[in-house]
């Protein structure tokens, strides 16, 4: 089934179930009011939501409407936790390789993730509203998971029970802030602003044989002013799976229902398949050319990503923004 959130209702929207080709939607009444309050029950809620899901398809539903993609908040407009993830290794590589700087041993094995912004989440067609143009505004196109409730020190088989959405993320990145406070020793702040999550979130059966091994294997296509930026492989070179990374989080706590884990920038070796974050272009180049080329984006700038099937159609909807000033 597949899961999206209405802007009405609340801080937290109204939780509403979409059709397999996104162009219908019911309101989830009597079952759920939000999708937090789904995922907090989810034994009892999600069998029901599936059956309302059936009906939706089939044609029977009553109440259904026509889905609009701009009447839609994020799928969580905020969430208790999310913690991003790099689990992409030939991202590390380039990016620490342009720099001079050695992967440590350790990457290879244990996973590397930070706790990152979870108070409010963009919607998918909400611009990208940032302070000032020149800190270097950066795109991450990413693969996201959501767990219910996942007990602390859960094994890897037993994190892969627990992730019951899967959907994408624009994480947005402010690039030339991340040096100066990743000197500081204490991680990401001001340099990681709101990001947005595609427009439904679904669950791991509706992926078909796209969904193995708590992986998504399917290309991430990406756009920058409706040209062709990248379709990294979101299968391919990714070093830990979701269960791997679900676990590593959980390893000294429990998770609590609607935490979201971030794969982290889509890449692979073959850089002929683009990229999904201008900071990756820009390392390609400076590997290549020895300077950087891609500019990072400016006002005005468009972004889409997406993620489709077999016969083109996209799966979680589109995440399509524009990059605007802050208003004063």
Known sequence: MKLAT?????????????????TRAVRASGIAATLQAALDDWSNTAPRLNALSEDLNAGTATGAFALDMHALASPLPRAYEFVDGSA??????RVRRARGAEVPASFYTDPLMYQATSAGFLAPRDPVVVPAEDVGIDLEAEVVVVTD??????????????IQLVGLINDVSLRGLIPGELAKGFGFLQSKPR????????????LGEAWQGDKLHLPMRTWLNDAWFGEAECGVDMQFSFAELV?????????TAGTIIGSGTIANQDTGKGASCLAEQRTVET???????????????????????ADGRSIFGSIEQRVEPLAR
């Open 195 to 206: 990001s947005a999550l595609s427009p439904v979130l679904v669950t791991p059966d509706e």
């Open 287 to 309: 590997l290549r050319d020895g300077q950087p080329s891609t500019p990072f984006l400016k006002f005005g700038d468009r972004l889409k990503i997406d993620i489709t099937d």
């Open 88 to 93: 992409y290794l030939p991202h590390v590589e």
């Open 149 to 162: 409730d996942v007990p602390m020190a859960a094994t890897p088989a037993q994190a892969s029970a627990h």
């Open 6 to 22: 209405l802007k009405e209702g609340g801080r937290d929207g109204t939780l509403v179930v979409a059709s397999r080709d996104l």
């Open 247 to 255: 676990a590593h989080v959980a390893r000294t706590r429990p998770l």
